[in-house]
C-alpha cells in the first residue's frame, strides 16, 4: 500500500521541474529562493535569483551591501519588505551566528522575515530535518485531499494543515517530499480545472468524492482593498530631477520617488506642491498611469512633469543628475513611466 507521500514522489520523479535552488545544499541558496518566490511566480523569480547570486553569492557578500543596492536589484518584484528583512536578517547570520548560516529549526526562524514555512523549506531542503512545509501549493493539495472545511486563515486552521502535513510526510525523505507536494499542487492540483483524471491521487481525494474540489481550500475572509490618489511631481531643473525616498510606516519604504501629494483635488492648491516647485513653474504634461494593483491597495497616481528655473530650498537638497535617476530603486509604476519617456 504506497503512502500519499510515496505516490507524490513518484509524480515528482517523473514531472518534477528542474530548477537551480534544487541542485544545491547551501542554504543561503535555498533561502534566497523562497524569499523571492514568496508571492511571486517561478517565471519572474528565476532572473531576480540568478541576479542576486552572481551578484551575492554568499550571505557576507549580501550581508556587507547597502540597502540602496540591495533595494535597486529587488526592483519590479514588490513586497520591498522582503527585501529589506533579506538583508537584515543576512547581517544577522554574521552577527549572531559568526557568518555561518544556522542549521537548527528554531535558529534559522529568529531570522528576519523567515516564519515557519521558510524555516521548514531551508532546514528540510539544506539539512533534511523532519520538517513538512505549509504554502498556498500545500494548503490546496491537503484541503482537497482531505475535504477540509476549517478556513486556512484561522489559527485552528493554521494548526490543522501544518499537523496534517508532517503525518503526510511520515518517514518519507524531507527535502524530495516538500519539493514534490509544492510543485504537485503547482502544476497538477492548481486553483482553477486542476488535472483530476489524470491525478495520481484520484482514488485517495476526499473532495473528489465528495465534488468540493472548486471549494477547496476555504479561505475565511477577504482583503479589503484601500483606494489611494497619488499625484507625482516630475520636477526637472536644467540637467537635475528631484527624488524623494520613501520613509516609515507606508508602502515601498526605502525606495526612491518624485515628490507626492496624496489628495483628490487640485495638487496646485495644495501647500506641500508649492513646497516643492514654488510659484514659478510650468507643467509641460500630465499623464495618467495604469491602475498599480497592490495586495491591499489600488493605486491611481498622476504624474505632473513640471520645469522650473530654480528649486525650492525642499527640492535643492533632493535634486539629482537626472543622467542618474536609473541607479535609483523605484516603484514599479514610476518604472513604466520612465521607460516610457
Excluded at 236 to 245: I, K, P, Q
Excluded at 247 to 261: K, N, R, S, T
Excluded at 329 to 337: G, N, S, W
Aim: glycine share 6%.
Amino acid at each position: 500500500m504506497h503512502t500519499v507521500a510515496d505516490i507524490l514522489i513518484a509524480w515528482y520523479e517523473r514531472n518534477g521541474r528542474s530548477l537551480p535552488w534544487r541542485e544545491t545544499r547551501d542554504p543561503y541558496r535555498i533561502w534566497l529562493s523562497e524569499v523571492i518566490l514568496q508571492q511571486t511566480r517561478v517565471a519572474q523569480g528565476m532572473d531576480y535569483y540568478l541576479r542576486f547570486t552572481e551578484r551575492f553569492p554568499n550571505v557576507a557578500s549580501l550581508a556587507a551591501a547597502d540597502e540602496d543596492s540591495v533595494l535597486k536589484l529587488w526592483q519590479g518584484l514588490g513586497y520591498y519588505s522582503r527585501a529589506r528583512n533579506l538583508h537584515a536578517a543576512a547581517r544577522q547570520v554574521m552577527e549572531q551566528f559568526g557568518g555561518d548560516f544556522p542549521e537548527k529549526f528554531e535558529d534559522v526562524r529568529s531570522l528576519r522575515g523567515v516564519g515557519d514555512y521558510t524555516a521548514a523549506a531551508i532546514c528540510s531542503m539544506a539539512y533534511d530535518l523532519p520538517c513538512a512545509v505549509v504554502d498556498g501549493n500545500v494548503y490546496r493539495v491537503l484541503g482537497r485531499l482531505f475535504d477540509i472545511e476549517e478556513p486556512i486563515d484561522t489559527g485552528a486552521g493554521k494548526k490543522l494543515y501544518a499537523a496534517l502535513a508532517r503525518e503526510t510526510l511520515g518517514e518519507a525523505p524531507p527535502a524530495v517530499y516538500n519539493q514534490a507536494i509544492m510543485d504537485f499542487g503547482a502544476l497538477a492540483c492548481t486553483p482553477t480545472q486542476p488535472a483530476c483524471e489524470t491525478c495520481p491521487l484520484t482514488e485517495q481525494c476526499a473532495a473528489r468524492a465528495a465534488g468540493t474540489v472548486a471549494q477547496r481550500p476555504v479561505k475565511k475572509g477577504t482583503t479589503k482593498i484601500r483606494d489611494r490618489r497619488f499625484h507625482y511631481l516630475h520636477i526637472v531643473c536644467g540637467d537635475r530631477t528631484v527624488l524623494h525616498r520613501r520613509g516609515a510606516g507606508d508602502i515601498w519604504q526605502g525606495l526612491y520617488e518624485f515628490p507626492i501629494v496624496e489628495t483628490d483635488s487640485d495638487p496646485s492648491a495644495t501647500e506641500a506642491f508649492r513646497r516643492w516647485v514654488g510659484t514659478r513653474w510650468m507643467q509641460h504634461e500630465a499623464v495618467d498611469l495604469p491602475k498599480h494593483q497592490l495586495s491591499h491597495q489600488r493605486i491611481f497616481a498622476t504624474v505632473h512633469r513640471i520645469e522650473v528655473e530654480t528649486f525650492t530650498s525642499e527640492a535643492e537638497v533632493h535634486a539629482v543628475p537626472t543622467a542618474e535617476v536609473d541607479a535609483y530603486a523605484i516603484p514599479r509604476l514610476l518604472e513604466r513611466y520612465l521607460e516610457s519617456r
